[in-house]
């Protein structure tokens, strides 16, 4: 009895031990990798953006200005006067989409910096300020239209009531999705263009969307009782929010990793570096780095 006894416990140690391997290695997170404090030079980073190539682009808003940290390492900027851009996303074709709420504004920007407007005002009526944009592979065009307000705007109230999720079609049509949001923020599709999450940060959930044929949205599903800010997606469909750090779900919408960040606030995530596999985080005055096992979905 004794021997059997301690044969049990035995198995129950290794048993455990093995689990908290498994557990261990399940993580997303590249093995001994550390988080990299990139740089702090910055009033509020935003809008990370990664490129065909690896390099990101994101914004330093209240400085008005869009940075580039490219895929050797270097820290460049890239555009000044820059529509007090937030939300940031390339579509398939290398095009830059900045969510430009300066004026309330939609930009594509090209290599060279030139700006062409897309969208500044639904039913007649200038948007809230677009927040986050996500392009699907088909060239749909999906933003988030909340109302922060700024002090660089002369307005003091909007003229949109709701707060909501558009689709800008290819032809160029807006279309209102969603308006049943307390503030719509981060948004992220998955790359086969079947799925759209959306986070409401002041009502602390995140939702996800059948993507149909035209664009349009179906099955609103609530994925997580927690919101967001920016969000991305790994190749693996998990899905990575961000405030109080950086934390991930998988596709069924489990907890599976919390990423603590020395800052204020994480405003923003994405994915760099030349094997995209580099967790790109903006945070308050800073942008960090971190190595990681899974890379960006495209």
Not at 173 to 194: H, I, M, S, Y
Not at 232 to 256: A, F, M, R, S
Not at 260 to 286: H, M, Y
Request: proline letters at 3%; hydrophobic letters at 35%.
């Amino acid at each position: 009895m004794i021997v059997r006894n301690f044969m049990l416990c035995l198995f129950t140690v290794i048993c455990f031990t093995a689990g908290a391997q498994l557990q261990k290695n399940s993580s997303v997170i590249a093995d001994g990798a550390e988080l990299l404090e990139i740089s702090n030079q910055f009033s509020f980073t935003e809008g990370p953006a990664i490129d065909q190539d690896g390099n990101v682009y994101f914004t330093d808003q209240p400085n008005n200005k869009i940075w580039l940290y490219d895929n050797q390492g270097n820290l460049s900027l890239f555009m000044d006067n820059a529509g007090r851009a937030n939300g940031m996303f390339f579509d398939a074709k290398g095009n830059l989409y900045a969510c430009a709420d300066e004026k309330n504004e939609l930009w594509i920007i090209d290599s060279k910096t030139k700006v062409k407007t897309l969208v500044n005002a639904f039913e007649n009526n200038p948007l809230n300020g677009p927040n986050d944009v996500w392009v699907s592979k088909s060239g749909f065009i999906y933003f988030t239209d909340p109302y922060y307000q700024r002090d660089y705007w002369t307005r003091t109230n909007p003229e949109i009531k709701h707060e909501g999720l558009y689709l800008l079609t290819k032809k160029g049509k807006l279309q209102l999705l969603d308006k049943e949001f307390k503030r719509p923020n981060g948004l992220v599709g998955t790359p086969d263009g079947k799925f759209l999450y959306v986070a409401d940060i002041n009502d602390h959930k995140t939702y996800r969307y059948a993507i149909l044929a035209d664009g349009t949205l179906s099955d609103k599903t609530l994925f997580v009782n927690q919101g967001s800010d920016g969000m991305t997606i790994d190749h693996q469909g998990n899905i990575y929010l961000t405030g109080n750090g950086v934390t991930v779900y998988n596709p069924k919408g489990e907890k599976i990793e919390h990423i603590e960040v020395p800052a204020k606030w994480t405003a923003n995530v994405s994915f760099c570096g030349k094997d995209r596999d580099q967790l790109f985080i903006t945070a308050s005055e800073k942008i960090f780095t971190l190595k990681m096992k899974v890379k960006d979905a495209r």
